[in-house]
């Protein structure tokens, strides 16, 4: 335990050295520009708080719950699916092609089409995250569970186990950290997509608040958008990182 | 008793047909320790995994205590080669997941899994996961995950070949403590000659062939007793089941 909390404060303060590296470099950068579009890290901290109370709070919910609620989504039917076609090679036989087929097109081009058939409201937004990061979990989870040696099936199998319980107790498990893996992954691709979703014929979320403020011609407050999508992935980003110290803790021991 | 009868085993390969057992015989009484020892490849493995009922036969029957076997027996344990310890679990985990499995609730099954995890002598690592055992520990904790389900057959697929010499002897005692405190019926896969003699009330000699052929049955009344190990009549069995094996073509690494 001792040492655990050791790591966990030595991580802590990598993570705040890293932090003050970067504002280092950017004023460094604002310094040496002189450029009104770039602004000092000092005035875009300033416009963060002082725009957090105004809207930018707001806008920081929308995109939060948007690409949150997209994520779910797509865990929870690309997880299962993914377990199904890893295991089920009948089912696989027939779903393959068609994932193989699909994958490679990037959905981000049905927009227009998304968009005229869900409207320009969250549910557009929402469905195109969800689809784009659907394939990243499904195909991850389906590698992960067809590397599952036979032997541990075989294990669980002989210890009386269903065919529901080889699911649960051996192939959810096993492929849980390339999931997670695949999640973290898919948490940048998210915020892209949800910046470019939200960049046009809508008035919520940040990425609307970024492109509003630089057509207004306003960098500090673009920046201080910036500023809190950053830490949108940042905080997905630990989300991501507990639930796998929590889930897959087996996978950080010594000697794995 | 457990009865194999005309059992054959085939797969196609490559347009040809591979038979593995073909109309294969055998018989094995209650409270027996049957050992199988064999070269590689010459399917005794498969055997276990026909005895389990993991794998059905694709002519011929099996029939354990007059039962046929359709599929996996709640009271038959299989300790599978590697332990088959599911990583992710940690040892308390572990033991208890086949009476999990079985829909035991929690409260009943505590009290039986922490007695077995004392017996074995593993309290102390309950809590750890298998990347942190020794291999000798492993081997206790998927012995303790078969015998908390209080089998009747104890089938092992060469459950001590990766142990330093000092472990192995010590798990082959316990193992043989085992088998004799429960008149358990067990059915072990070796490589080793020496553990053979040392735990097997009968020894199957088998040979490598496409089917696979028994080339000697040894019986070995006096296993179990004290000191059987230095005994001139372990060493005169050993010398006859590696003849056996000599005659079969075994290879040196495997001796």
């Known amino acids: ?256 | 008793m457990i009865e194999v009868s005309h059992c054959d085993l085939r797969y196609n390969q490559a347009k040809s047909q591979v038979k593995v057992y073909d109309n294969f015989n055998l018989k094995i009484e209650q409270g027996e320790s049957l050992v199988l020892i064999g070269p590689s490849g010459c399917g005794k493995s498969t055997l276990l995994y026909l005895l389990s009922g993991l794998m059905p036969p694709t002519g011929g029957e099996i029939q354990i205590w007059g039962e046929p076997v359709k599929g996996t027996r709640q009271k038959t344990a299989f300790i599978l080669q590697e332990y088959g310890l599911f990583p992710w679990l940690n040892v308390e985990q572990n033991v208890s997941l086949g009476l999990r499995v079985r829909h035991m609730t929690k409260g009943k099954y505590k009290v039986l899994v922490e007695d077995m995890i004392q017996k074995m002598g593993l309290g102390e690592v309950k809590h750890n996961f298998p990347s942190q055992l020794s291999g000798g520990q492993r081997q206790r904790v998927a012995l303790a995950r078969a015998l908390t389900l209080q089998p009747d057959l104890l089938l092992m697929d060469e459950p001590l070949s990766a142990l330093d010499a000092l472990t192995r002897e010590r798990l082959q005692t316990l193992l043989l403590e085992i088998w004799q405190e429960q008149q358990l019926t067990t059915v072990l896969v070796t490589h080793s000659i020496e553990e053979a003699v040392f735990l097997g009330s009968r020894i199957l000699v088998l040979l490598d062939g496409r089917p696979t052929q028994v080339v000697g049955e040894i019986l070995n009344p006096l296993v179990g007793q004290r000191g059987y190990r230095q005994t001139e009549e372990f060493f005169r069995k050993t010398s006859y089941v590696r003849s056996l094996l000599e005659r079969g073509g075994l290879d040196e690494s495997a001796k």
């Open chain 1, 1 to 256: 335990m001792n040492l655990r909390s050791r790591i966990l404060r030595g991580k802590f303060w990598g993570y705040i050295g890293a932090a003050i590296f970067l504002v280092v470099l950017w004023q460094y950068a604002a310094w040496s520009l002189k450029n009104p579009l770039l602004p000092t890290p000092k005035a875009a901290i300033l416009a963060t708080a002082r725009l957090f109370e105004a809207d930018l709070g707001r806008h920081f919910w929308v995109s939060t719950y948007r690409v949150v609620l997209s994520t779910l989504t797509a865990l929870l039917v690309g997880l299962p699916l993914g377990l199904i076609m890893g295991f089920e090679r009948s089912i696989d036989r027939f779903l393959a092609p068609l994932v193989y087929i699909t994958y490679p097109i990037p959905k981000i081009v049905f927009l227009p089409l998304i968009l005229l058939f869900l409207g320009l409201g969250d549910a557009s937004k929402i469905f195109l995250i969800t689809f784009i990061v659907f394939f990243q979990i499904l195909v991850t989870t389906r590698d992960a569970v067809r590397r599952v040696q036979s032997e541990t099936i075989s294990s669980l199998r002989s210890l009386g186990g269903n065919r529901a319980q080889v699911y649960r107790y051996v192939l959810l498990p096993a492929s849980l950290p390339d999931v997670l893996t695949s999640l973290r992954l898919s948490m940048g691709t998210a915020i892209a997509v949800l910046f470019f979703a939200e960049s046009f014929a809508t008035t919520e979320g940040l990425g609307y608040f970024i492109m509003d403020s630089w057509s207004r011609a306003a960098p500090d407050e673009m920046f201080a958008g910036i500023i809190m999508m950053a830490l949108l992935g940042v905080g997905l980003f630990i989300v991501v990182d507990f639930f796998d110290n929590i889930l897959c803790r087996w996978q950080h021991l010594k000697g794995n």
